[in-house]
């Protein structure tokens, strides 16, 4: 199965730029997807195929990368931002897997 | 608007059965693939089952193969998945998710219910 890490968690300020890394044990070319979970709601879609924007989601959100090393960015972070993200890859065959998430505290 | 509806969790007894379903509305249900999702309690996301948009293929994770069924009826535009000899290591919460596949980009959820809890145990 391909493992993907993310670091466990970030504490940055309003108004500041956060990048949020997920790494993969194997290459999944652009097969990778982000989502923001705020406590007690379901998953939310941000980034698809790596670096494409969701309809309805701010320009504040991008993503990056290809092959194992990926970067989603939020420039600048907002308090309403407060959420673990995760990062998920489907480009080989199932189990299509998820990282363990990165939780993003505002100081 | 899309929505995805969970219902039938709770708390049961391990070795026994349970039967999710995902109501679906606001969109073309028998065009999409369909997902179940799990989450432990203060855990990351597991992917359960996977269906295609007409049934004819479905995925397990390893830890459920035999066990659980995914299924779906197109006409009630509706998603299930029927969870047998249950452990307490499935409890969890379960959303149901709706699956876009595009080439170069994989698949991933554009769309998530709110989820239901399922709790095994004596």
């Known amino acids: 199965d391909t493992v993907l890490t993310q670091s466990p968690a970030l504490a940055v300020s309003p108004g500041e730029r956060v990048t949020i890394s997920c790494r993969a044990s194997?290459?999944?070319?652009?097969?990778m997807h982000w989502y923001q979970q705020k406590p007690g709601q379901q998953p939310k879609l941000l980034i698809y195929g790596a670096s494409n924007l969701e309809s309805g989601v701010p320009a504040r959100f991008s993503g990056s990368g290809s092959g194992t090393d990926f970067t989603l960015t939020i420039d600048p972070v907002e308090a309403d931002d407060t959420a673990t993200y995760f990062c998920?890859?489907?480009?080989?065959?199932?189990?299509?897997?998820f990282g363990g998430g990165t939780k993003l505290e505002l100081k | 608007e899309v929505q995805l509806v969970e219902s039938g969790g709770g708390l049961v007894q391990p070795g026994r059965s349970m039967k999710l379903s995902c109501a679906a509305s606001g969109f073309t249900f028998n065009n999409y693939d369909m997902a179940w999702v799990c989450q432990a309690p203060k855990k990351g996301l597991e992917w359960v089952a996977t269906?295609?948009?007409?049934?004819?293929?479905?995925y397990y994770r390893d830890s459920v193969k035999g066990r659980f069924t995914i299924s779906r009826d197109n006409a009630k535009s509706t998603l299930y998945l029927q969870m047998d000899s249950l452990r307490s290591e499935d409890t969890a919460t379960y959303y149901c998710?709706?699956?876009?596949?595009?080439?170069?980009?994989?698949?991933?959820?554009?769309?998530w219910g709110q989820g239901v809890m399922v709790t095994v145990s004596s």
């Open positions: 998920q890859q489907s480009w080989n065959d199932p189990p299509w897997t």
């Open positions: 269906i295609s948009y007409d049934g004819s293929s479905t």
């Open positions: 998710a709706r699956l876009l596949g595009i080439p170069y980009y994989g698949s991933y959820c554009d769309y």
């Open positions: 194997e290459s999944v070319s652009t097969g």
